[in-house]
């Protein structure tokens, strides 16, 4: 069975028990790696990342749907397929340099700082920017910090 495929099944589970949820997702993984979608999804489905921020430049540049607040996504794993879906509670567009303490919190990861979000976002913003934009990182750049809650799992 494809990736796409598995997706599909994956969300006609979750319209089954909720049938009034509307015919509307994106699929995605976390990070640029499979390593770090796995490292990512992991602490998505244990309760501990409840954040993503992501460039606002990029929705842009390559397409991509603009996370809404009741907004339903597919988090896929590493080799592209689906384990868990989350609907996004809370959509915010801030400056990097602005984030805040609580929202670098809520992405879970590191020690779960500011200073070490910035650290690592940073040069994740810089791959990012330098691959898809061709501009350097800017500390002022917006940034889409988006917070959501797991609703079903891969079972």
């Not at 809404?68 to 801030?94: F, K, N, R, Y």
Request: hydrophobic share 35%; with cysteine; proline share 5%.
């Amino acid at each position: 069975m494809s990736n796409k495929e598995k997706i599909k099944l994956l969300w006609k589970e979750y319209t089954q028990l909720h049938p009034q949820t509307a015919d509307k997702y994106d699929a995605w993984a976390f990070g640029d790696s499979p390593q770090m979608a796995d490292k990512l999804l992991d602490l998505v489905i244990r309760g501990i990342k409840t954040g993503t921020a992501s460039n606002y430049d990029i929705f842009e540049t390559c397409d991509e749907t603009f996370p809404q607040v009741g907004g339903h996504s597919i988090v896929l794993d590493g080799s592209g397929d689906p384990q868990a879906i989350i609907i996004t509670t809370e959509v915010q567009i801030i400056p990097f340099d602005e984030v805040s303490a609580e929202f670098a919190y809520t992405e879970g990861e590191g020690d779960r700082t500011l200073k070490s979000w910035r650290h690592d976002h940073e040069q994740f913003f810089t791959r990012e920017s330098l691959k898809f934009l061709n501009k350097p990182f800017d500390p002022k750049m917006k940034v889409v910090c988006e917070n959501f809650r797991v609703v079903f799992t891969k079972g």
